[in-house]
Nanobody, 121 residues
Framework: QAPLVESGGGLVQPGQSLILSCAGS????????MGWYRQAPGQQLGLVAS???????NYFDSVKGRFTVSRGDARNTVFLQMNRLEPEDTAVYYC???????????????WGQGTQVTVST
């Protein structure tokens, strides 16, 4: 089983909302950042949003004001609230949990298997 498990993807119409959830399944060492990435057909994997343990967030420009990333009360959980979805948001969304050094270098990370989000009429 993947160390992270995503849920909440699906098919929605433009303008609608979805919320993605991600939870650790065990065996995860200390992490300080969780986030969401996505990959559309024929495109590279790219960051959607991330959040650190102390609540600092980072968003891809095209989702600012529409998506909100948040941490859950349970250990190693993260959510992505997606509002006003657009066809361009169609992609496989992956959850990531990572540990970065204080200099910003990635030490290790964990990934989920992905969940499909399709925005279409």
């Amino acid at each position: 089983q993947a160390p992270l498990v995503e849920s909440g993807g699906g098919l929605v119409q433009p303008g609608q909302s979805l919320i993605l959830s991600c939870a650790g399944s065990g065996g995860i060492f200390t992490i300080n950042t969780m986030g969401w990435y996505r990959q559309a057909p024929g495109q590279q994997l790219g960051l959607v949003a991330s959040i650190t343990n102390d609540g600092r967030t980072n968003y891809f420009d095209s989702v600012k004001g529409r998506f909100t990333v948040s941490r859950g009360d349970a250990r190693n959980t993260v959510f992505l609230q997606m509002n006003r979805l657009e066809p361009e948001d169609t992609a496989v969304y992956y959850c990531d949990a990572a540990y970065y050094t204080r200099h910003g270098a990635l030490q290790y990370d964990y990934w989920g298997q992905g969940t499909q989000v399709t925005v279409s009429t």
